[in-house]
């Protein structure tokens, strides 16, 4: 492993963000102070790899990550998924902010991700070599228990090889440890807020205000 000494680790926060919501950013707030990141890095997926195509287009999520975010000194806003035409996949995408112009392979690198995005991960491309990579943190999210025991075989057996009981322990290696934690309890989802919107339902108090307003300037969560 190279020596990372004296690197703050960053934090890498994914998501689909259709719509960003107080999960997100509570996730990533109480990430940042609980494992000590320097900074949380928001990339919005482009096209996601494993899903069905987003309601709003990539550049409307960005704009909404972009006004949620705004503000906030440790958040940072990565716009090259969104803006590529290709399918984004984490491992590609992590391994493009390990070359030497981005962060290359010293800094610790933090993977947040919620349980229920964590219990899924053995479907992505390339799922094993993500440790390589970064560190994952898992946050607690209501309805989605973090039990190693109901894990696909696979992953909990990666669990149980790496997972580390303090989140020093993040800051001592570039890549490679599974950290769960737990963060406030917000049962909301971006589907939540999609179907309130399709409903003609106040998403009022879920989402920032700032992204409220940009929504309702648009169409995209309304039916056509
Ligand atoms: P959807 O309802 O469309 O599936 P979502 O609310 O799960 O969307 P994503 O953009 O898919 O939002 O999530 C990005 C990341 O944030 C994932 O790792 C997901 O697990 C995590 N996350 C989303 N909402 C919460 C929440 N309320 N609590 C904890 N983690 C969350």
Request: glycine share 6%; hydrophobic share 45%; proline share 9%.
């Amino acid at each position: 492993m190279p020596d990372n000494t004296g690197l703050a680790a960053h934090g890498i926060f994914g998501g689909t963000f259709d719509p960003v919501h107080l999960g997100h950013l509570r996730l990533a707030e109480e990430a940042a102070e609980s494992l000590g990141l320097e900074c949380v890095r928001w990339i919005p997926a482009g096209q996601p790899a494993l899903r069905e195509s987003p309601r709003a287009s990539a550049e409307q999520r960005l704009e909404m990550v972009r006004l949620a975010i705004a503000g906030n000194p440790r958040f940072a806003l990565d716009t090259a998924e969104a803006e590529s035409a290709q399918p984004s996949y984490t491992v590609p995408t992590l391994e493009r902010l390990r070359r030497p112009e981005h962060y290359g392979m010293r800094r610790p690198l933090v993977l947040l991700v919620g349980a229920d995005a964590f219990t899924n991960m053995v479907a992505w491309h390339r799922w094993e070599s993500l440790f390589d990579l970064a560190h994952v943190a898992v946050a607690h999210r209501p309805g989605f228990p973090v039990d190693v025991a109901g894990l696909p075989p696979p992953l909990a057996a990666v669990c149980r090889e790496r997972h580390c009981a303090s989140p020093a322990a993040l800051k001592e290696a570039p890549a490679g440890r599974v950290f769960t934690f737990a963060m406030t309890p917000l049962a909301v989802s971006s589907t939540q807020i999609r179907q309130l919107l399709c409903h003609g339902l106040s998403p009022r108090y879920l989402l920032p205000e700032a992204v409220i307003a940009y929504i309702q300037n648009t169409s995209f969560y309304t039916p056509s």
